[in-house]
């Protein structure tokens, strides 16, 4: 069977994606890996989380991304403990001159929707984004609302040994389909930093450079790359090994693998290729499982983290030719 992407269209795919990046990268300056698969995960129709501590330009990256699409709408939350469900998703308002309840919605029916320190909220209010993010619709007071598309949802979250935070629950964690991790940058990049701080320089200034009818067509390109059988069985090779694992007490899930695929398909095309290879699952099975991964209270105590175990089984699992077959 011939492969649904062209070679043409994935080379093209390649010129806007690189233009994406390179525009969100006057802003994030050190972080070009992180960027790249920000956006691959925009292309996978997934949502993203961005951990990391206070200060290292998490938001900056999300508000990157959004300035740099076109009609699209954008919408901010800012994580709180004393934030509610309904100021996520709306309400239902009751008009007395109409004697009748019209709802209001809430930010999340945006094109990207940020949320900002989700692990500040209650697990009750994080559980808001449900729904939302799983199937794209949110429900209230029974009544079902659809959310515009596409629909992105890229949240910050800070380390959980922080003060004032509160961990988000594995269900929670599962709906994201990529996390990247944002650490404190080099000396080098932050001489940079420090100078675009100086310039007042913010992701405000950035033009964009690619339209929403853009994103949706990309999206619809990296959807039909090719993958061939033998990299799809890697892909459940590696997520049953996290099932396996003596040192892991919950393993990724069926939705996990999806997300591995999915994220896969638009890497490939990210590199101008029309076919998904082993090595594009492997180079994305940190980003899309770690975060879905419990381990079991021995290897806490050892102090072995979900990369480390990550990458052990990466290395025990054979994969594919480079072409995929």
């Known amino acids: 069977m011939s492969p649904a992407t062209t070679p043409e ?22 972080n070009n890996p992180e960027i790249r698969y920000a956006l691959v995960c925009l292309f996978s129709s997934g949502h993203l989380l961005i951990e990391g501590p206070p200060g290292v330009a998490k938001t900056t990256l999300a508000k990157a991304i959004a ?13 709180t403990p004393d934030l509610l469900p309904g100021d996520i998703v709306g309400v239902q308002i009751y008009r007395q001159a ?17 949320g900002d320190e989700i692990n500040r909220a209650s697990p009750r209010t994080q559980s808001a984004l449900l729904e939302s993010m799983g199937e794209g619709q949110v429900t209230v007071d029974g009544v079902t609302h659809v959310l515009p598309r596409p629909f992105f949802c890229v949240a910050t979250r800070n380390p959980g040994e922080h003060l004032g ?23 080098e990049f932050e001489v940079d930093i420090i100078a675009n701080g100086l310039a007042r320089k913010a992701p405000d200034e950035l033009e964009a450079v690619v339209s929403l009818a853009d994103i949706m067509a990309m999206t619809a390109t990296a959807k039909a790359t090719y993958t061939a059988t033998p990299v799809q069985d890697y892909v459940a090779r590696i ?16 939705r996990a693998a999806i997300a591995l695929a999915t994220s896969a398909q638009a890497y490939a095309c990210s590199a101008g290729r029309n076919y998904v290879t082993g090595d594009d699952v492997k180079t994305l099975a940190v980003p899309v499982l770690s975060h879905r991964l419990a381990l079991t209270q021995e290897s806490m105590i050892q ?20 072409n995929g077959m």
């Open 9 to 30: 269209a994935a080379e093209s795919f390649k010129v806007r994606f690189d233009q994406i990046a390179e525009n969100v990268g006057r802003v994030i300056l050190g």
């Open 303 to 322: 102090g072995r983290t979900a990369e480390d175990l990550l990458m052990k089984i990466l290395d025990a699992t054979p994969a594919p030719w480079a």
């Open 239 to 254: 997520v049953a090994a996290t099932r396996k694992h003596p040192g892991i007490q919950l393993g990724a899930s069926p």
């Open 165 to 187: 935070t509160y961990g988000l629950p594995e269900a929670q964690l599962d709906r994201f389909q990529m996390r990247v991790l944002i650490g404190y940058p080099d000396l």
């Open 98 to 114: 109409t004697n009748v309840f019209e709802f209001h919605p809430g930010p999340v029916f945006a094109n990207l929707v940020i």
């Open 67 to 79: 300035r740099s699409v076109s009609q699209a709408t954008v919408r901010r939350i800012q994580f």
